[in-house]
């Protein structure tokens, strides 16, 4: 931990040395909340968001705030080791476009409907999800936009890494945003004087266990996008370069609400753009698409309710990227650096590595919540 601050109903812990104006205010706002548990938890990687910083934890003991897990429900990542301790440029180049071809990018779709065997199983009644099931046939296995991404890697245990990061697309949009607005009618009727983004059910109520049960099939809907995908990646690898073979597959959401223990209370953790990080556990922590990632298995820090980063985070805003950043040297930067980037035009600075803030300061930042256990540098990335 870097920093506490104490001005508030409960104390914000934070792993970074200064945090932007708006996101500092959100985090106030949770601290002050009357169901908020022990303290709040503020990644490295934090920046404003929706009610939420994202890079933020809260937990509670009866209540769940669909804000605190956002719209994008079970956004995450997923890495896959290959055999292969090169790949050819040629064949890379070859790998990248089938994947263009065989994975709906940005608002793109599927033009036929998925096996249904890649949709998680409706077992209990689920209003929304019901209605958006068979939409969802057509999404799952495609990347979406933003940071979402595919990306080629070359690990420092020597192999060709795999990594995607996606969400639960259209379904959990609508869910995240249903449960939201029932929400907001939920706690103004009981009175409950808190800032509207930051509305919540109680636990006991209909809305609760509705919200709850719907939230995590589309944390599950969100990881078969994700297997979906990288059985895509598989396909057009194994297409290329016959030899290859692929284990150590991890898996790790970072927008979700979970049932765990700390501090010997039974809680619902809320983790907003946050990656568990257990003891021992793996986790995935991507910097931009000019930058390392990494692999690092959680310390199981009890401070920051056993949480680390999910990437490097950005440095400035969206329409601050495009505005500000120069096209020519981006693109330069990934070339220099020999990348097969997605940095096409003034609209893809958004995306670019000088909006992101500098993964190696950030990972210095949480050395207390995880150990780095493979750096990966990027090859070639497809971006949303």
Not at 31 to 41: D, K, P, S, T
Not at 97 to 116: A, L, M, W, Y
Request: hydrophobic share 35%.
């Amino acid at each position: 931990m870097i920093q506490k601050i104490e001005t508030e109903r409960i104390p914000i812990k934070l792993w970074l040395d200064e945090l932007e104006e708006g996101a500092l205010q959100q985090a106030k706002d949770l601290a002050n909340l009357e169901i908020a548990f022990r303290h709040i938890a503020i990644m490295p990687d934090s920046h404003q968001g929706y009610g939420m910083p994202i890079g933020g934890i809260l937990a509670t003991k009866d209540a769940i705030i669909p804000n605190a897990v956002g719209v994008d429900i079970g956004c995450g990542m997923c890495s896959l080791r290959t055999n292969l301790t090169e790949v050819d440029l040629d064949d890379l180049k070859k790998i990248m476009s089938r994947i263009r071809e065989t994975v709906p990018v940005g608002f793109n779709h599927h033009k036929e409907k998925q096996d249904d065997t890649w949709m998680p199983e409706l077992k209990e009644d689920l209003p929304i999800v019901s209605k958006e099931y068979e939409r969802g046939r057509y999404q799952v296995g495609t990347l979406g936009g933003g940071n979402h991404f595919i990306e080629i890697q070359k690990g420092s245990d020597g192999y060709i890494w795999i990594m995607v990061h996606s969400g639960s697309r259209n379904i959990g949009y609508t869910v995240a945003n249903h449960y939201h607005k029932e929400a907001v009618k939920e706690t103004k009727k009981r009175g409950d004087d808190v800032p509207k983004d930051l509305s919540y059910f109680l636990r006991g109520t209909v809305e609760y266990d509705n919200y709850f049960k719907e939230m995590n099939y589309c944390i599950e809907f969100a990881l078969q996008n994700r297997k979906l995908m990288m059985e895509r990646v598989k396909d057009a690898f194994a297409e290329f370069v016959p030899s290859v073979e692929f284990s150590n597959f991890i898996n790790k959401p970072h927008n979700f609400a979970a049932w765990e223990t700390h501090f010997g209370e039974k809680l619902m953790v809320h983790r907003k753009g946050a990656t568990r990080a257990e003891k021992g556990e793996w986790g995935m922590i991507p910097g931009s698409q000019g930058t390392s990632s990494y692999l690092v298995k959680g310390k199981g820090n009890p401070l920051s309710f056993n949480s680390c980063s999910h990437g490097a985070g950005r440095v400035m805003s969206r329409a601050e990227a495009r505005r500000s950043l120069d096209l020519k040297k981006e693109v330069a930067q990934l070339k220099d650096m020999g990348v097969l980037h997605a940095l096409r035009h003034k609209k893809d600075l958004d995306e670019a590595p000088s909006s992101y803030k500098d993964i190696k300061e950030v990972m210095a930042l949480q050395e207390d919540l995880v150990k780095v256990k493979v750096e990966l540098t990027p090859l070639a990335v497809v971006k949303g």
